[in-house]
């Protein structure tokens, strides 16, 4: 391989360039990104600090200068890959360029899904810098923001945006925050903190709709009341990025469908990472689509290695993880939540606690808040499918065994 394309320049497309040259590629690198910025940047400090602080773009570099110089990449920020020919080997550009190379990696991702309440000033949602920065001008102390949906991200903006002294209040038809993924019991021990930490909470209730008023938004929810905003954040998920992929072969559902080992179904020299990847598990147990952080720097690390070792290419086997930062709570998300089946150790109200999700025997996930050791027992139980009971004994003795917490 002389030249490998990865399209993408965000944390896979990064990660997959780094992973290339730490693992001995000597050939060409070229990486399309769509968004026209300076370099690449982290998106998860947007709903975080970020979101309130004067800082600029480089204060969340995703690598710094001498890193990103080590990679020895072409960058084409600013241009948007609009179509793929794997029969010529082609990446076809906005500009008309049709870019050879001998292996590409697809990192997309996705963007954050519209708001079906129109659009305009004063409605905001939150994916990119460009999108970070038209928020933070709503976000002043006094000021009245509205969030609909309860996910990670509308959650992690409420906590900011509270922080910062603006009068808060999340909407979401779901019971309680983030209990797609936690389930709803779990959820309701967040419901609780953001109400503690003073944001009205109007879960269990939809939008219905939006209505301008001035330089108001009149917020319409289904159960008849009307909340008067100076700003409307639109949290309702996202939209992977693949239109652009129509007519060029590979397998797209909701995703690009790639086997186990990362490759697009359809087109050998292929790869694909991040939020954009739906890779087929390779004992047969269907497909799985993941939207985070780490998720896509594991895969990147792994298509690095597959390009470069093809004789030995691995399989994609994950432990998913993720985290959140609201208020004070350092919250961590190992495996697969959501499970019915959950057990609480600590308690919420002491700021460090533990959830053990299982399938009756085996532990499937765990969320975290402020306890590591707790995270590092839990990230071994489910890499090893540990005994449920015996997690939860392990951090019930611990949390006996640990001092009262001092209440001021």
């Known amino acids: ?21 730490s693992g001995g590629f000597d050939g060409e690198i070229v ?8 370099h690449p940047y982290d998106k998860p400090p947007l709903s975080k600090a970020y979101l309130t602080s004067p800082d600029d773009l480089g204060a969340i570099r995703l690598i710094d ?9 072409s960058w084409r920020f600013g241009v948007a890959a609009t179509g793929l020919d794997p029969a010529a080997k082609e990446l076809l550009l906005e500009d008309g360029e049709r870019l050879a190379y001998d292996a590409l990696v697809i990192a997309t991702g996705s963007r954050a899904r519209t708001s079906p309440w129109g659009e305009g000033p004063g409605i905001h949602v939150l994916r990119t810098t460009a999108d970070a920065h038209a928020l933070r001008s709503a976000l002043q102390p006094g000021r009245r923001l509205v969030i609909v949906g309860g996910g990670f991200i509308g959650a992690e903006v409420a906590a900011t945006a509270r922080k910062a002294g603006v009068d808060v209040t999340i909407v979401d038809p779901l019971p309680a925050p983030m209990s797609r993924v936690l389930n709803e019991d779990v959820g309701r021990i967040f419901l609780d903190k953001h109400a503690a930490e003073g944001v009205r909470t109007r879960f269990g209730t939809g939008v219905d709709g939006v ?9 319409r ?14 949290g309702i998920g996202a939209v992977v990025n693949t239109e652009w992929l129509e007519g060029s072969g590979l397998v797209v559902d909701n995703g690009i469908v790639t086997d ?24 047969g147990s269907g497909s799985t689509r993941l939207e ?7 895969q990147a690390r792994l298509v690095a290695h597959n390009l470069l070792s ?8 994950p432990v998913e993880y993720v985290w959140s930062d609201q208020y004070d709570w350092k919250i961590q998300v190992v495996g697969r939540t959501g499970s019915a089946e959950s057990q609480l150790i600590g308690d919420p109200a002491h700021d460090r606690f533990a959830v053990v999700y299982s399938d009756g025997a085996r532990v499937t996930g765990a969320v975290i808040v402020n306890w590591p050791r707790a995270l590092i027992a839990a990230r071994r139980a489910v890499a090893d499918r540990g005994d449920a009971d015996a997690l939860v004994t392990m951090l019930t003795e611990i949390t006996a065994k640990a001092p009262a917490p001092v209440v001021s």
Do not use: N
């Open 1 to 21: 391989m002389t030249r490998i394309v990865i399209v993408g320049a965000s944390v896979g497309g990064v990660k997959t360039a780094q992973g290339l040259r």
């Open 31 to 38: 990486v399309v990104e769509k968004e026209d910025v300076a």
């Open 65 to 73: 200068q001498e890193d990103l110089a080590a990679i020895d990449a």
């Open 211 to 219: 209505e301008r008023v001035g330089r108001e938004l009149g917020v």
């Open 221 to 234: 929810l289904s159960d008849g009341e009307r909340i008067t905003a100076d700003a409307l954040l639109v």
């Open 260 to 283: 186990g080992r990362l490759r697009a179904i359809g087109a050998a020299d292929v790869f694909v990472v991040g939020d954009v990847c739906r890779w087929q598990h390779e004992d």
């Open 292 to 298: 985070h952080w780490t998720s896509a720097a594991d």
């Open 310 to 317: 093809p004789a030995e290419a691995r399989a994609y086997v």
